[in-house]
């Protein structure tokens, strides 16, 4: 369960507060969050994973009011609870496909699972590349990495930010089919940020900015 | 995949820009080290070589010579006195009253590089030397020899040899009387080890030979060893000595002092030269690690999206300073002892002792506690700086 209740932030070279619509999403819900550049809904989705500290309201994921947290607390919270997925996936260069998965199970401390990370990534059609240095990997290989990654720790909540806006066609499908399929079976909120039409008729729970 | 390993990973993923801190680094505890390593087992065989003498007294000429010459077998020896106008002196007053025992020492044969000491037995007793095998000499042409001279020159008892001419081994031969092996002595780690002892009289009947005919007037030594009754003989008999006979007293330790006083200048030299190069290794590492940062802050970032707290990141940081510190470390250790290794003969030709590259120093171990506080403070401002990733600002600056 996701909600939010009277949210709004304040950027300190800005003098509005963006304030933002209340948002209800229930387990297993995907939802999309649809607004042109500038609407502020970077903003909400960073609000909604702990990335910032809203100025006023309520973040709720299950029963934790995440705005309350200690910093150290909404980290360990935030990497457990919370899957994002970037615009532009990124990852540690330095790392292997496996090793990063390895990492974010790490960094909760978690048990780090091989045999966990091969099967996901298998079922991303990623097994191939378990040892691949990230470097090597196509943008759509890479946005799928970020996908598992993300789905490592069994989040609650699947956050993603324009995740096929720099892909062609083929690739959004994908990426999309692959969002929805992983999200269901985990039973886990999806909940996509994107100004991207092609999206659009995909979902019918949407939150227009 | 932890901390650690993942500060290993970064620092190999991209070892060229750490290369040049790492041989910085590597280069000025190399120096250090070896700077250490040579000067402490010099000072430590000159300590050793001392064995308590108080006094040298030989002919006249440099103090330093003679001390270098009779003592350590290093230089060549000065000239030699008259035996007679020695003991004239030690029948003297001053001479019955302070000096408590006399050693002599008679040079200038060798036998392959190594020198022939004519001597008494009091001299092995002096460096404590115990017998490997065979016996102490006793008669004319019959030596002991140290176990480098056995070890090197495979020498056996019943080998006969003959000395040549001069110190440095390229003489002409005595090739009237052979010697004869009659002991090989242990390591004592002290100078005898890489000498053959004799009697004087061996000495004295190898030039007799030549044609010029010893008898009791014109006995000679080259030097003697002295030890005194007090520390008022060790002021007193010098002054005495060098006053009124045609010989010289002088002190091992004041001489060896003053060596240290002349090399010493050239060792803070290069000292200071090796810290200036650690100092600019630190700061090529802070330089590294900084710039390395920049291109990695959005991975900084994306870990606190997977939940490392800043802390965490502040440690990656500092690790990444600590290893390329034990890093640089080893390695300048490595290269120190590898050119002790290399330098082991030549040095154990030039100063006639065994020195040794697999001796690890305490200092050595203060070496890598400065370079772990090094790593530590390259490491800390840009540690600081991973810590206080933005993560909201940098995800959104840095598509």
Redesign the interface.
Known sequence: MLITNNLSFTYQSANAAMTFPDINCQSGEHWLLLGQSGSGK?TLL?LL?G??RPKNGVVRIGNTEIQNLK??AL??F???NIG?I???P??????TVE?NM???????NEK?DKNRIKSLLESLNMGHKLHAKTSELSEGEKQRVSIA?ALINRPEVILADEPTSALDDKNCEEVLKLLETQAKEQNAILLIVTHDNRLKDHFKNQINL | ??ILS?SW??I???PLSMLLSLLLLALGTGLISILLLVTTQIEDKFEKNQAGVDLIIGAKGSPLQLVLSSMYHIDNPTGNINLNEFEAMMGTHLGRRYIKQAIPISSGDSHKGHRIIGTTQAYPTLYKAELAEGKIWENKFEVTIGSVVAERLEMKIGDTFFSAHGVGGEGDMHEDKPMTVVGIMKPTGSVIDQLLLTGVETVWSVHEEEGVPVDSANREVTAMLIFCRNKFGVLTIPNFVNKQTKMMAASPAMETARLYELTGNGVDVLRILAIIIIVVSGLSIFISLFSSLKE?Q??LA???????????LFVLVILEGLILAILGYLIGIGLSHLAMYLLETSLEESYQYDFSSSLFLNEEWYLLAGALVLGFIAALIPAIRASRTD??TT??SN?
């Not at chain 1, 990124?90 to 790392?95: D, E, G, I, P, Q």
């Not at chain 2, 994306?302 to 965490?312: D, E, Y």
């Open positions: 970077t960073h994973g990335l910032l910093p150290a980290d360990k935030r990497g457990k994002i970037f615009q532009k990124h990852f540690v260069t330095a790392l090793e390895q990492l974010a199970q790490y960094l909760v780090q990654r | 995949m932890n993942l990973k970064n190999i993923n991209k990695r959005y991975e994306l870990m606190r999206v997977m939940g490392a707290t800043p802390l965490r993560i909201s995800l959104t598509r």
